[in-house]
């Protein structure tokens, strides 16, 4: 079956430590995006990768790192920087044929820090 | 700066109603517009839509959308406790697949 998936689905962590959220995608798109999905804000753009070893920062990626070494896979990092880590993560993969652009979504890590 | 406005924010309705939800928007290279259904964790696609007054229909689910005044609609016809859910509306940009997306609009279907 072909899909996305993400892991954790829930973590907990302490303030001040660096956390690392994973998507791997089978569907051979060249495209994934990672947002941030808080109460009453919709979804909101933390970084975006159109091909392997590449990314572009989002509207919020303050805090966030990523890397793209593989087509399959865009872990997300949360740093100690972001001042509000606590959010549900939402991974995502698209083509990038104009004719395609549908955005694919993973399950989703709700990651709570205290 | 771009942005997509959704309306209301929460609806709540009774089994059988139809019910109408508002996404307009204002962003610079447009090239469409997404709407999908989140239940409990990965938003789902409904309808993409491109190119204004032509309706997409999926069931009990229709959209359409006018470029010309910015904003598309969702129709549910005769809701169904399923249908609960949060909507999203997005715009997807000319370049690059970027999509942003608006605040949501939770619905809520009682029997």
């Known amino acids: 079956d072909g899909g996305i998936t993400q892991s954790p689905k829930y973590l907990f962590r302490k303030e001040g430590q660096n956390v690392t959220l994973s998507c791997e995608q089978n569907?051979?798109?060249?495209?994934m995006y990672w947002y941030r999905q808080d109460p009453g804000q919709g979804l909101r753009l933390i970084y975006y990768?159109?091909?392997?070893?590449?990314?572009q920062k989002g509207d919020i990626a303050e805090g966030y790192s990523v890397s793209r070494e593989k087509k399959e896979s865009f872990p997300l990092t949360v740093t100690s920087a972001q001042k509000n880590p606590t959010a549900f993560y939402l991974c995502?993969?698209?083509?990038?044929?104009?004719?395609?652009?549908?955005?694919?979504f993973g399950p989703g890590t709700r990651l709570t820090v205290t | 700066e771009d942005k997509v406005v959704q309306s209301p924010l929460s609806l709540v309705v009774h089994e059988g109603d139809t019910v109408t939800l508002n996404c307009s928007y204002e962003?610079?290279?447009?090239?469409?517009l997404l709407w999908y259904k989140q239940e409990k964790k990965a938003p789902t696609f409904l309808f993409m839509l491109?190119?204004?007054?032509i309706e997409k229909k999926s069931g009990r689910l229709s959209s359409i959308l006018d470029k010309k005044e910015l904003f598309s609609i969702l129709n549910i016809t005769a809701t169904q406790t399923g249908d609960s859910a949060i909507y999203l509306c997005a715009v997807l940009y000319n370049q690059g697949g970027k999509l942003i997306f608006g605040q949501g609009t939770e619905l809520s279907v009682k029997p």
């Open positions: 962003v610079t290279n447009f090239r469409s």
């Open positions: 569907l051979n798109h060249d495209a």
């Open positions: 990768s159109q091909i392997v070893n590449d990314f």
């Open positions: 995502a993969s698209s083509a990038t044929d104009t004719s395609s652009y549908e955005q694919y």
């Open positions: 491109t190119s204004s007054g």
